[in-house]
């Protein structure tokens, strides 16, 4: 009898342990969400607001440019209606490279013994024009034009 009873408990422990082997397999732990997870998914929204105020201060900076670049159209404007006309007709620069080289003439002043060129265009739409001397071909001075505002910036080689 005492065979009979520990065979029982036996089995029945045997089919306790399968049915927990069975229930653990066919039935897994729900994924933990461990620091990593959560630290991710912080700097996740962290980036999108990131990106966020990003696109909201260059929607900003853009409404201002063009404020900015309306006045001075209307100053620009302004001084070439006050200008008075001259006795000369000359042609208005076609090309933008033209234009160029038109703003750097009128700061240079004199173009006797020097030829202007174009070196070369950034990558933001300035126009580096050199100022050279005729002869030797020296640079004497470098612009940088920009020729939707008319602004430039001049370098001297001495």
């Excluded at 998914?41 to 980036?47: H, N, T």
């Excluded at 966020?52 to 100053?75: A, P, R």
């Excluded at 006309?85 to 703003?103: G, L, M």
């Amino acid at each position: 009898m005492k065979n009979k009873i520990s065979m029982v408990i036996i089995a029945i422990l045997i089919i306790i342990i399968a049915a927990i082997l069975i229930v653990w397999f066919a039935f897994p732990n729900p994924p933990k969400m461990n620091e990593t997870i959560g630290t991710a998914i912080a700097e996740e929204k962290v980036e999108e607001n990131i990106q966020t105020d990003i696109v909201e201060n260059l929607q900003q900076n853009q409404q201002e440019n063009v404020v900015v670049n309306e006045e001075q159209n209307q100053n620009i404007e302004q001084n070439v209606i006050e200008e008075t006309p001259s006795e000369t007709f000359e042609e208005s620069p076609q090309t933008d490279e033209e234009k160029a080289i038109d703003i750097a003439k009128k700061d240079y002043g004199s173009t006797e013994k020097v030829k202007f060129g174009v070196e070369g265009i950034q990558a933001d739409g300035k126009y580096i024009v050199s100022v050279r001397d005729s002869s030797t071909t020296e640079a004497l001075i470098y612009y940088t034009v920009d020729v939707i505002t008319g602004n430039f910036e001049k370098r001297e080689m001495n």
